[in-house]
């Protein structure tokens, strides 16, 4: 008897990541186009406004009409956000709300006002980042494309959190940290489909960027001297102060809308008060104007005294959050490094002053404390990291920036701060009750370390009445699931359910408790 040799399948080539990549390139090249001329805008529109307050000083007649004209572009703004709510603040919480479920929008009603909106209000020297807006004009262009497409469920999401890798990383020049950013913080998702079209999306966006805009970094900080081993005690102590102050921004970054409600003005018209208050802060401190970036790389090349330092901070803080509580289009990503970098100022400055630091160090503390302060009031520690790395040139503070970091970090979380991306989408939504749209989509869910759900078979719990648990992803392969499959750390679930439940879905397995016998 002549045995037979076993019969091998014929394998056939997977080209599902290839045409996710060939999408991402698609959404990473416009969102790339579009975000550089909005980001090359903004910096013309600042030095417009700055060259504005300079013939001012010289014909004082000049500043009536040009506070009619603000006040004409704060109620034009003001419209475009009363059409469009999706448009207000950064960005960055719709577009995590999108990603998770909790809410939907139309992307082309949000691309050109969002656009149109960001130039005017950034550019005009408010103390809001582009960056934010920056994601939201990538995740919308992402979503555009997916509709143009006709791609949905996991694969539209995929090319939404594409686009918000390429937006960021077209505002930064940091693709890396950009991706990092997405999957950290707005998406909270690590599959290879959505990681490898981030990094390709981020990738095409930021070639493109730097063709507008050159190679150099954006916040490129030449630096003489590498941290000595002597000095890690102040980091300690750097991480402790940004810690704090990092909490305290949180917390008045998240009541100022409380603090609007009481003008009984219509809400979309709190742009008014930032529109008027910029006036006087243009006239006396014009270089001041902006998100914050020329203020960074001002204070690295001549620190000014600490009482100067002390009186900067004050006012970027508190401009700063009565800009964004306006709800004009625009972020507090780059305010939230330009304050990290004058606490770092201060703190060195201050320590230099009791005789515990060198001057020359100084510009080494202004680097480690924009990724602290960035760390603990996004608790994203390692896109902090990161994005710093990237947006500085060099790798030499990579032990630094990550002690710092860490501490931010923790201090934030003892004193009780949540992510705040996180709480502003929380204060974006309201809780919902099962939908149906009749069309099914797939919700993916890591299982993190310490999870309830580690350890435990899938028998052990109640499942939601509207899913069901189809896969679990364990590293490359996918199991499929029965009553005794243990699941364990690392492994992503896969749960089928209706489109428009998915956050409902999310959130009753976040809850789930362990089923009685």
Do not use: C
């Amino acid at each position: 008897m002549v045995a037979q040799r076993p019969h091998i399948a014929k394998q056939h080539f997977d080209f599902t990541r290839f045409s996710s990549i060939g999408r991402a390139l698609i959404v990473g090249v416009i969102a790339g186009i579009v975000v550089s001329i909005f980001r090359f805008s903004i910096e013309q529109g600042l030095r417009f406004v700055q060259w504005v307050y300079a013939q001012i000083h010289t014909n004082w007649l000049l500043l009536f009409p040009w506070i009619g004209l603000s006040v004409a572009v704060a109620f034009f703004v003001g419209w475009l956000v009363k059409n469009e709510p999706n448009i207000k603040g950064s960005g960055i919480p719709q577009v995590e709300g999108q990603l998770a479920g909790e809410l939907d929008y139309s992307w082309w009603s949000v691309l050109w006002r969002k656009f149109v909106g960001g130039i005017l209000g950034i550019g005009s020297g408010l103390f809001l980042g582009r960056e934010g807006p920056s994601i939201q004009l990538g995740a919308t262009i992402g979503q555009g494309v997916a509709s143009k497409l006709k791609q949905t469920g996991s694969d539209r999401r995929s090319l939404i959190a594409g686009g918000a890798a390429a937006g960021l990383s077209a505002a930064f020049n940091a693709p890396i940290a950009s991706t990092l950013f997405v999957l950290e913080e707005v998406y909270h998702n690590f599959s290879p489909i959505i990681w490898t079209t981030a990094l390709v999306s981020a990738m095409a966006s930021n070639f493109i960027s730097l063709n507008f805009f050159g190679l150099v970094p954006v916040l490129h900080i030449p630096y003489g001297h590498n941290l000595p081993l002597s000095q890690y005690g102040n980091l300690i102590g750097l991480g402790i102060f940004l810690g704090i102050f990092g909490y305290l921004y949180q917390n008045v970054t998240l009541t100022m809308p409380n603090w609007y409600a009481k003008l009984r003005l219509p809400s979309w018209l709190d742009g008014l008060v930032p529109f008027l208050l910029v006036i006087p802060i243009g006239l006396i401190w014009p270089q001041l104007l902006g998100g914050g970036n020329a203020v960074i790389l001002n204070l690295a090349a001549v620190t000014p005294a600490l009482l100067a330092l002390l009186g900067i901070f004050v006012l970027r803080f508190t401009f700063s959050t009565i800009s964004y509580g306006s709800g004009l289009p625009g972020g507090i990503f780059l305010p939230i490094l330009s304050l990290g970098a004058i606490l770092g100022a201060i703190y060195a400055q201050f320590m230099v002053a009791v005789g515990w630091m060198p001057t020359n160090l100084i510009p080494n503390f202004i680097i480690f404390a924009m990724a602290g302060y960035f760390a603990g009031i996004g608790k994203a520690p390692f896109t902090a990291i990161l994005l710093i790395t990237e947006m500085v040139g060099t790798l030499h503070h990579l032990m630094p920036l990550a002690v710092v970091s860490m501490t931010a970090y923790l201090v934030v979380d003892l004193l009780g701060g949540a992510p705040i991306y996180e709480a502003l989408l929380e204060k974006l939504i309201q809780p919902r009750l099962p939908e149906h749209s009749g069309i099914q989509d797939r919700l993916e869910l890591p299982i993190f370390e310490g999870s309830k759900l580690e350890g435990h078979q899938v028998r052990d719990f109640k499942w939601p009445a509207e899913s069901l648990l189809i896969a679990i992803r364990r590293g490359e392969r996918q199991v499929i699931p029965h009553g005794d499959t243990l699941m364990r750390a690392g492994d992503t679930l896969i749960i089928l359910t209706d489109r428009d439940n998915r956050a409902w879905v999310r959130h009753q397995i976040t809850h789930l408790t362990v089923a009685t016998p």
